[in-house]
């Protein structure tokens, strides 16, 4: 009797902790797996940033980011830049021909285009991906800034949506004038207004092409990981550390099977962007790389919802303040250059830039026009500069930021600035601030592209005059381009006399790789993005 009840005792006691035991063991090989399963001698680990980001967070990750990784894993419309070589041409581009006439934009898909679920991709999912962010439960306005173009945008709505069945999926099609997809290869573009350029606008890495039936029913959200027709698909994210792995998506090709994406302020990686800590690249193998072109610009948004933002008075102060060569020479790598103009002169899209020469410092002229200023709304005042620079964690350590403080201060504006927080990305409704730093990349050949982000009910409402004189001069510069620059450069010219946003700087991206592990980088370009799969390791 004793002999049963111990061996009743022991089954019991085995019933209870053999799944404690079963998923001990399953945790313990997922962890293994996870550490060993990416070879180092197979895999590629790029730090990205300080400041750790979703990479297809198209609300809140930084150009770069995004950029790379959407290039990656998502493909792209068209060619990101004007030359490119015949073996991106496959996988990482999906139209085979794009012209626009007048109002109308047509373009042809090229054919057995796979998505990593191995469906083919059709016209209906370059229609779905466009509008997939207005009819979700969350509006996207940025990339409604950018979109605005297509007849009939603002009127998406989550609610009321029809659909159609095609190829055994349910699309959200036809719900507006301005997009009609022809057939599963042909889909048309009708515009508000005329731009040749409207494809190069809207090949970005914030506007991915993507299958529908991989999101949940809001469409915000994947099912897992993001899909999309790259030449890499993600296989393995870390939540908590923020560590991305992507797997090559197929075999067959000579690229590097993984790229690893992390997020630190330490000194590692194969590669390290050096947009900000100078303690970053500096081991004995480590080899520094600078672009000659633009990364992006840097300066100071103003609040139009408050008296001293509207104040073209105030607004010019700041820009006479500032010293652009001086701040210029304060950075780490010689990758900052003076800059007042929203087009860089170092960029494809120079011939679109205004013929005047850069502000120059003029601190006499910038306090007499303070003092033109009613005193109580400036004098004595601290402004709370809130930043969206996310690169670098701690944005005081930066010295040509400390330089700006200095500079502002010498004229009697007093400043503290603030590192970015990824959940205050502009002017917030109630907003008392004044001033915000930040800059705009420069991920498409469109000269206009960043411009619309100043138009009225556009994404930076609060940050935008509401001025009719730029909203004319931008439809008849987006109307003439490419074919007339003169309308851009008039545009870039008004842009920038009006200090509608006052640039301070253009940023170069610089990084550092390790020659012991990277063989070649490959073609790459202004850094905005990343060609992974041009790199090779030794």
């Known amino acids: 009797m004793t002999i049963k009840k111990i061996k009743l005792r022991k089954i019991f006691l085995l019933v209870i902790f053999l799944p404690f035991i079963l998923f001990v063991f399953l945790m313990s090989k997922r962890m293994y797996n996870n ?19 979703i990479p297809w967070d198209a609300s ?13 894993v998502n493909g792209s419309l068209i060619p990101k830049e ?11 581009t999906l139209l085979e021909k794009y012209y626009c006439e007048n109002f109308a934009c047509h373009a042809r ?4 285009i796979l998505f990593h679920n191995k469906r083919e991709v059709t016209a209906y999912d370059v229609e779905f991906s466009l509008i997939r962010e207005q009819i979700s439960n969350i509006k996207s306005k940025l990339l409604a800034s950018i979109l605005d173009d297509i007849v009939d945008f603002d009127k998406l709505s989550h609610q009321n949506i029809i659909f159609s069945k095609i190829n055994s999926i349910e699309y959200p099609t036809g719900l507006i004038e301005g997009i009609k997809v022809i057939d ?46 790259g030449k890499y698909k993600v296989d393995y994210v870390d939540w908590e550390n923020y560590i991305f792995v992507l797997k090559k998506a197929k075999n067959s090709e000579n690229i590097p099977k993984y790229i690893k994406f992390i997020f630190s302020n330490k000194d590692e990686g194969d590669i390290k962007i050096l947009l900000g800590d100078s303690g970053r690249g500096k081991s004995g193998t480590d080899r520094r790389i600078i672009f000659p072109h633009i990364y992006s610009n840097g300066g100071f948004l103003f609040n139009f919802r408050t008296e001293l933002g509207r104040n073209p008075k105030f607004r ?47 601190i006499e002229r910038a306090k007499a026009l303070l003092n033109e200023i009613p005193q109580e709304l400036w004098k004595d ?4 500069i809130h930043t969206y620079w996310a690169n670098i964690k701690n944005i005081n350590s930066l010295p040509y930021i400390r330089e700006i403080i200095y500079q502002l201060k010498n004229v009697g504006i007093q400043t503290v600035f603030y590192d970015t927080d990824l959940t205050y990305t502009r002017f917030r409704d109630d907003d008392e601030n004044v001033l915000w730093w930040t800059g705009f990349g420069f991920s498409s050949n469109d000269p206009n592209k960043n411009f619309a982000f100043f138009k009225k009910s556009s994404y930076f409402e609060k940050e935008s005059p509401d001025d009719p004189v730029y909203e004319s001069m931008y439809e008849k510069s987006v109307n003439s381009a490419p074919n007339n620059i003169l309308f851009t450069k008039n545009l870039s010219k008004y842009f920038t006399e009006k200090n509608i946003f006052v640039v301070v700087l253009n940023q170069k991206m610089s990084f550092a790789y390790n020659s012991d592990r990277i063989s070649s980088l490959g073609e790459q370009h202004n850094g905005v993005l990343f060609y992974v799969w041009k790199m090779k390791l030794r």
């Not at 770069?64 to 990656?72: D, G, Q, R």
């Not at 900052?336 to 087009?343: A, F, N, S």
């Open 381 to 384: 005042k601290v402004f709370h």
């Open 82 to 92: 004007q030359a490119y070589f015949d073996d991106e041409l496959p996988q990482n």
């Open 60 to 72: 809140k990750a930084v150009s770069h980011v995004i950029e790379t990784f959407s290039a990656s």
């Open 35 to 53: 550490t060993d399963k990416y070879p180092e001698d197979e895999t590629i680990t790029i730090n990205l940033s300080e400041i750790p980001q």
């Open 109 to 112: 898909l090229k054919k057995n």
């Open 184 to 229: 599963d290869y042909n889909i048309v573009f009708k515009l508000k207004r005329k731009n040749n350029l409207f494809f190069n606008k809207i090949s970005i890495g914030r506007i991915p092409i993507v299958p529908i039936e991989e999101f949940d029913n809001t469409y915000s959200h994947w099912n897992k990981y993001p899909i999309g027709f």
């Open 316 to 362: 010019e102060a700041v820009s006479l303040a500032l010293n652009r060569n001086l701040i210029a020479s304060k950075s780490l790598y010689k990758e900052i250059l003076p800059e007042d103009q929203m087009i860089p002169i170092f960029s494809s899209i120079k011939e679109y830039r205004a013929e005047i020469p850069i502000q120059k410092q003029n």
